[in-house]
């Protein structure tokens, strides 16, 4: 049986011990998008990328809008699900940004390659993740990236990647600067 991840693995055994050492892990790639130089859009903004549902974690990103160190825009990459968007639009308000933050969905690799060649910083804040293809395509393109603590990103992303607690905005803005530096 194929997986994601060493993660994703533990997590079937655990579930379905009859299958332990028959869960092999078959990583995603990330080839399939272009790199392109990076050129970081002017004052910048903060990408993420993939569907905008709960388990993104995108509240603590969207939050960090309404802090000084906050970045200049947020752009969410993605299609959204159900509500989400409309929930995080209206944090975006009370916090008197919600010019800042917006919602794209890219139509192809080339315009999904182009969003990371012209992000400041790629931000993914999950609180579950399967694997992190995120990560993966934003550390192929180039773009420096922050990412939550937890098992799959740390599997993706590896020992030195600016990462930060689920849920908290000043660790996420922490990473953001050492992702940068």
Do not use: Q, Y
Not at 2 to 16: F, L, N, T
Not at 100 to 117: G, I, M, N, Q, S
């Amino acid at each position: 049986m194929g997986v994601v991840s060493d993660w994703m693995a533990s997590r079937v055994v655990e579930e379905w011990p009859s299958l332990e050492g028959r869960a092999h892990v078959i990583g995603n790639g990330a080839d399939h998008l272009p790199v392109l130089p990076r050129r970081p859009a002017d004052p910048g903004f903060a990408l993420h990328v993939g569907h905008v549902e709960p388990r993104k974690g995108l509240e603590t990103l969207v939050r960090s809008l309404g802090d000084p160190r906050g970045p200049a825009r947020v752009v969410l990459a993605g299609r959204a699900v159900a509500r989400e968007l409309d929930r995080l639009r209206g944090i975006a308000v009370e916090l008197g940004a919600a010019d800042r933050l917006e919602h794209v969905t890219p139509e192809d690799d080339e315009a999904l390659a182009k969003l990371f060649a012209a992000a400041r910083v790629a931000v993914f804040p999950s609180r579950l993740e399967g694997c992190g293809i995120g990560p993966l395509e934003a550390l192929r393109a180039g773009c420096p990236t922050a990412v939550s603590d937890i098992p799959a990103h740390r599997e993706v992303a590896g020992p030195g990647a600016a990462r930060f607690e689920v849920g908290d905005v000043d660790g996420l803005l922490d990473a953001v600067d050492r992702a940068l530096a």
